[in-house]
């Protein structure tokens, strides 16, 4: 989900007006990119700047979480890993994205 603020916030003004307005989620700055939301293990999301704005995106929230989710499509098939994956974490990702998206939105007055 795209933003459009301008001018985008920090990593660091990102992270600390989430933790302000969703303090039930944990947050931590991964590779000084972007901003990780963590629901829990395999649910999150992720707010990376861009020039006109920011990109929330539901995903794991951790490098440890995307490469256990890797090793299991591996080592079940990609077609079952998928189908799991858009069963069971898709939706609470997506529902994650929404909410960060949404206290972003607001804290900031996205167009």
Not at 19 to 29: A, H, V
Not at 60 to 76: I, K, R, V, Y
Request: charge should be positive; hydrophobic fraction near 45%; charged fraction near 20%.
């Amino acid at each position: 989900m795209k933003l459009k603020i301008s001018p985008p916030p920090t990593n660091e003004a990102s992270k600390s007006a989430l933790e302000r307005r969703l303090p039930k989620y944990k947050y931590n700055i991964r590779l000084g990119r972007f901003v990780d939301a963590k629901q829990s293990f395999l649910i999150g999301a992720s707010v990376l700047p861009k020039k006109d704005g920011l990109v929330v995106n539901g995903n794991f929230p951790s490098a440890g979480a995307s490469m256990f989710f890797t090793l299991f499509m591996l080592a079940t098939g990609i077609l079952i890993g998928l189908i799991l994956w858009l069963a069971v974490w898709r939706g609470s990702q997506n529902k994650v994205r929404d909410e960060v998206a949404a206290q972003l939105k607001d804290e900031f007055g996205a167009a």
